[in-house]
């Protein structure tokens, strides 16, 4: 790896390495840095999250995986921050706890990596990349993610994954549809049910619970709705997540039907139209259990 001339005390390398093992070129960053200077440190990029899909790894695991190659190295972290401002004073802070005051210390880092970010008094070089040039660690956990080894230590990496991600609610939309003077509700069935329910989704990543409310009315029922107005929220007891810690937070919303021929799709097989008297007369016996909540609470707003 080609580097520019630049002679210091201590050779910083800042990155994540979130990776299975050290790739050829990740061994090649830290040799060249360990040949020109007394002290390396390898600084590991630290998410507030946990177990996810750029940061898959906790900081112990990537600490062993280059201290059991290369020994002498001190490993420490440094905390994803809001702004680059304040994640340089503490990368900065962090390194003078660690290193004398007659110290010289650079940082090195690669293409796209830490360096266009850092507000820092460190000098910073961007490494040349060589034949052993960086492998993308995104197309590396992609590839490891296609891939499953009939391996004890696999599955305890899974299960030990799966015990430390955060256990955070998992956010549906549910779509209450009125006729024009709110006599009738337009309710969905779904296959080998008998009982009624709310048209409704997950949230995607990146969509708001509104624009989750018109897309799932288009995909379940092609029809065309008002705008959406929220009633309420309540957790959803769903089988498939009675015996996870995981659990479904709904958002209710009530619109009036515009136009369009309601017409079952996706996971629907039915479409009826219910007036609001015979849900009460029925005391909800055609509304599947765990909307049925929901639905009191909306005919509470309409009494």
């Known amino acids: 790896m080609d580097v520019k001339e630049e002679k210091t005390d201590v050779g910083v390398i800042i990155g994540r390495f979130q990776v299975d093992d050290l790739h050829p070129a990740h061994k090649d960053l830290i ?51 809001v702004t680059d401002t304040v994640w340089s004073k503490k990368l900065d802070e962090q390194i003078s706890d660690i290193t004398g005051p007659n110290q010289s210390v650079t940082l090195y880092g690669g293409r796209e990596s830490f360096i266009d970010h850092y507000k820092g008094r460190h000098n910073c070089i961007e490494l040349e990349e060589t034949q052993n040039s960086f492998l993308s660690g995104t197309a590396i956990r992609k ?10 230590m696999f599955r305890r990496g899974v299960i030990w994954a799966s015990n430390n991600m955060y256990v955070n609610a998992l956010p549906t939309v549910d779509v209450a549809i009125w006729n024009e003077d709110k006599t009738k509700l337009l309710m969905a069935r779904k296959p080998y049910e008998t009982q009624y ?3 409704g989704g997950f949230v995607e990543a990146g969509h708001t619970l509104e624009e989750t409310v018109r897309k799932e009315v288009s995909e379940e029922a092609h ?81």
Request: glycine content about 2%; some cysteine.
């Open 223 to 303: 029809i065309e709705i008002s705008d959406p107005e929220f009633v309420c929220s309540a957790v959803i007891d769903d089988w498939r997540y009675r015996s996870e810690k995981v659990k479904i937070t709904s958002s209710l919303f009530q619109c009036k039907y515009v136009f369009g021929k309601p017409t079952p799709d996706d996971d629907i097989e039915e479409l009826k139209w219910f007036s609001v008297d015979n849900i009460y007369d029925t005391n909800m016996a055609n509304i599947v259990p765990n909307h049925r909540d929901m639905m009191s609470r909306l005919l509470s707003r309409i009494k």
């Open 31 to 81: 040799e060249t840095v360990m040949s020109r200077h007394k002290k390396t440190i390898i600084f590991l990029g630290l998410s507030p999250l946990k177990c996810t899909t750029n940061n898959p790894l906790d900081f112990e695991a990537r600490k062993q995986m280059i201290t059991f190659i290369y020994p002498s190295v001190t490993v420490l972290y440094i905390k994803d921050m």
């Open 143 to 152: 590839s490891i993610s296609k891939e499953v080894k009939s391996d004890p």
């Open 197 to 199: 329910r709310f048209i």
